[in-house]
């Protein structure tokens, strides 16, 4: 795999996750359904991105701010941090594991900005048909990514309710379960690193190829 396929693959993901990220989803949270808010937040993304790539392209700080700040209000990095950790988080300190957050949220930010400014795809769809919630506190929608080569990419969000706010916690992109991934990703980094918690919060680097997106999987 090189480096400009794990780029791509790094970009793919940032389009189908700023969909659900890059609008406050609580805003609304006590009034919607998961899926009427995705379904805004993927036509006012839409509306945003229209006709301005090339300005944000020329003004990626610009870009980097409005992705950090919706950021902090959509998806719960403490809860997200912590499932990537899997049962290291257990061992780890208070300190790193707040670092690793930090980290995990600052590859985010950096991914977000440079991705949505060069991927190139042509619809983003919420689907018509979901699937019912089997609890009241939790949630996927379903959605779908269509690539400007026709290719279509189902995605699917989860998400879970926390002092009556939704948010984002995982995406499965064509049947890749993107945080089971990373929780993997981290595994063989704390092996390779023998349990170094801080070689591996230093050099983290989350990565998923086009390969593996495009093949997908079974999640």
């Known amino acids: 795999m090189n480096g400009v396929n794990l780029m791509w693959g790094r970009w793919l993901w940032v389009v189908v996750m700023m969909a659900a990220l890059m609008v406050p989803l609580q805003s609304h949270a006590q009034s919607q359904t998961p899926e009427e808010m995705v379904r805004d937040n993927v036509e006012s993304l839409m509306a945003d991105l229209q006709g301005r790539k090339d300005y944000y392209a020329n003004n990626l700080s610009e ?53 949505l400014v060069t ?32 290719q279509v990419y189902p995605v699917s969000y989860s998400l879970r309710l926390s002092d ?13 379960n993107l945080g089971l991934t990373f929780r993997n990703q981290f595994d063989q980094a704390m092996r390779d690193n023998n349990r170094d918690y801080d070689a ?15 093949q997908g999987g079974d999640a």
Do not use: C, H, K
């Open 200 to 214: 591996v919060i230093d050099g983290w680097s989350p990565e998923v190829g086009v390969e593996e997106l495009e």
């Open 164 to 176: 009556g706010e939704w948010r984002v916690v995982n995406v499965i992109v064509n049947g890749i």
């Open 63 to 115: 870009l980097e701010a409005l992705v950090d700040s919706n950021l902090d209000q959509v998806a719960d990095f403490r809860y997200i941090g912590a499932s990537v950790m899997g049962n290291y988080f257990r061992n780890a300190s208070p300190e790193q594991r707040r670092r690793f957050v930090d980290v995990f949220r600052q590859t985010l930010i950096d991914t977000y900005t440079r991705g």
């Open 119 to 150: 991927f190139d795809y042509d619809e983003l769809r919420v689907l018509d048909t979901q699937q019912a919630q089997r609890y009241d506190d939790q949630a996927s929608v379903a959605m779908e990514v269509v690539a400007s080569d026709g």
